[in-house]
């Protein structure tokens, strides 16, 4: 009997133990780097041949916002540029009249909860349309766009603009964005994030011309 | 993994068996009900075992069982808990609207199956009592996709059909306590769906039960 009730207690015990709804997380979870990208479906990506770039990454935090050029900065704009000229599209300066162009920036910013996406461009420092060209313009999504509520973990945010499609109401669609999350997380070396600017590339095969 | 399972199953029945036959001329009694309370572990098999593929000891399952009168039939109920989970490095999935994301990610099923059932004991009066079993029920589920700080999930609810053979091993031929062994394979109709690479249909799974019972004459 006592050996019983030691034994159901036992079992009582395991039971409980496991109880809990959520397994034992790793620790690799919130580490590693994750790539969540986006294209607009209606969007012919083949049809379009030449892009711009920003020349420096906006870096948009709760404190300051700033534009950073340093060689990590230098090494992501060169990688995505690299992706793209790989893909058959051909870099121009802006002011010869781009198809795309690209904005890049390193968002750390906490407690954001539900912004529409873009909500990080009126922040100073954020590239607008006046830099390229398009004063008085603005940016838009012709997609719902799948994003993420919380900055927290770090956030390298890539997002292409067609200046080929601005509607009537003058807004620039942003046609693909790519979210290498995580950059606060962990340690990540300057070819983690390359590596990850790779595979938004990657796992986006539509992207690629056709002229 | 199949020659595992095909061992438990020759193993429980061969041993049920055997002592049955040992326990054929033994005294003893037939409960008039019994209640349990066992230690699960499942294997995914199927396409459930392409979401997760670990097996899991995470689990419990509390059950009672009431002797048809004159019958060697017994009604009751399962009532369990059950979790299921596993780790992946970095992974695509493809999802609608030209959403594409590549993450590390831990998958996880919790479940909370309730199922009737109706056993046949072939001597419910011996020591050892093997018996063969069928299980008709649902499941609640919610199958988690948890990346990086996110928790996407969704939960169903389903119809499961359980086929079990077991014994009821009483811990002396008069005695109110025993033990409970089983081993059942389940199929439901539950589904997980979280991108377009990634849709499992029909989960099944393997059960290993292994429990404490009180019995009631």
Not at chain 2, 39 to 47: A, E, R
Not at chain 2, 83 to 103: E, I, K, M, S
Request: overall charge positive.
């Amino acid at each position: 009997m006592r050996f019983f009730k030691l034994t159901l207690l036992a079992a009582g015990f395991l039971s409980l133990a496991s109880c809990s709804k959520y397994p034992p997380l790793s620790s690799r979870l919130l580490e590693d780097l994750a790539v969540l990208t986006q294209y607009d479906v209606n969007t012919n990506f083949g049809q379009y041949k030449t892009f711009s770039m920003v020349d420096s990454i906006s870096y948009i935090s709760d404190k300051s916002t700033k534009k950073i050029l340093d060689a990590q900065a230098k090494a992501v704009l060169t990688r995505i540029a690299q992706d793209l000229t790989s893909r058959g599209y051909q870099e121009v300066a802006k002011s010869t009249n781009p198809d795309l162009g690209i904005n890049v920036s390193a968002i750390e910013v906490t407690n954001v909860t539900a912004y529409y996406p873009g909500w990080y461009w009126g922040y100073p420092g954020y590239y607008p349309p006046d830099w390229w060209g398009y004063p008085g313009n603005s940016y838009y999504y012709p997609y719902y766009p799948t994003y993420y509520t919380s900055y927290s973990s770090g956030t390298l945010s890539i997002e292409m603009v067609n200046f080929k499609k601005i509607n009537p109401k003058g807004q620039i669609p942003v046609v693909w964005n790519a979210f290498i999350r995580g950059l606060l997380t962990g340690t990540h070396t300057t070819v983690d994030i390359t590596n990850s600017i790779d595979q938004s590339f990657a796992q986006t095969p539509v992207l690629k011309t056709s002229l | 993994m199949k020659k595992i399972f095909l061992f438990l199953i020759l193993s429980v029945l061969l041993s049920v068996s055997v002592v049955a036959q040992e326990q054929s001329t033994s005294p003893g009694y037939k409960p008039s009900s019994y209640y349990t309370f066992a230690w699960n572990t499942l294997w995914t098999i199927g396409d459930f075992n392409k979401w997760v593929g670990n097996g899991s000891p995470a689990g419990f399952n509390f059950g009672g069982r009431y002797f048809i009168p004159g019958t060697n039939f017994a009604a009751g109920f399962n009532i369990q808990w059950q979790r299921v989970w596993q780790d992946y490095p970095q992974q695509t999935f493809y999802g609608d609207n030209g959403v594409a994301l590549t993450a590390v990610n831990y998958r996880f099923t919790w479940m909370v199956p309730f199922q009737a059932a109706i056993d046949y004991y072939f001597i419910p009066s011996k020591m050892i009592s093997p018996y063969i079993s069928l299980g008709i029920g649902g499941d609640y589920m919610e199958h988690h996709l948890l990346i990086q700080e996110l928790d996407i999930y969704k939960t169903y609810w389903d119809f499961s059909l359980t086929p079990e053979i077991g014994a009821l091993i009483k811990f002396g031929a008069f005695s109110n306590f025993g033990a409970q062994i089983a081993f059942n394979y389940k199929w439901t109709t539950n589904q997980i769906n979280f991108s377009n690479n990634d849709k499992f249909k029909n989960l099944q799974m393997l059960q290993l039960r292994v429990g404490l019972c009180y019995l009631l004459r």
